[in-house]
């Protein structure tokens, strides 16, 4: 069944459960996953029963409208009191999330620094100094030089030829999310589906935030015995 595409916290609500699932691949991703779902759901059920009780409120033509208007009032302040906290924890997860899974892809066992080291040295002889960056960079793609380069060796590599904003983390991340282990490369395909996650965690947080819009408006009103 298609959903309708003016209410965000049901496409959140769609994209969500998969989207998490996906980031799962070892104890403590599952345990961020889970909360992400989580919080995810219940700022979505807290925006579709915020705009359903204005609704309510807005086809009330019986009801005392002092008592009405009040119940209109509180609706905005009873919506972000649900929503906040989870919002702050949203935020939280997927950069603990995030995390994880870059620390676990760039984990390094440093008791092969020196021999690492040492051929690094040795593709670098002859290299003329303005050729040091993109030739560090090219071995930064090499799952074997990969997490070494990410690290702090390759910060002194890089302070050592003066190579000004040059990061080989990024070149890390991509080789060993396709070359590395069985282990860095699931880590890798989880880290590459945080963008599902972050549009459904965005889809929830719109949502709330349209739903404020939607709660704080007035209808208009019927005479009182109007038909």
Known sequence: ????????????????????????VDDISE???????????????????AVAAWHRLAEDDTSN????????????????????DALLGLDQSLQALENHHVTQLLQHDSRGDANLRWLVDHHLAGVQ??????KLVELAHDPNFASFLAGPAGRALA???????VSFREAALAALSTDGNERQRKHGKALARLGAVKHAVGLARGGRNLALERIALRPERRPSGAR
């Open 1 to 24: 069944m298609p959903v309708d595409p003016s209410k965000p916290w049901d496409l959140s609500d769609a994209e969500a459960p998969a989207a998490t699932a996906a980031l799962s």
């Open 31 to 49: 345990t961020y996953a889970t909360a992400i779902a989580q919080a995810t759901r219940t700022i979505n059920a807290s925006s579709r029963k």
């Open 65 to 84: 409208p002092i008592g009405v208007e009040r119940m209109f009032a509180e609706l905005p302040a009873a919506l972000r009191s649900e929503t906040d």
């Open 129 to 134: 100094p303005g050729e040091a960056a993109a």
């Open 159 to 165: 302070d050592h030829y003066g190579l000004k904003n």
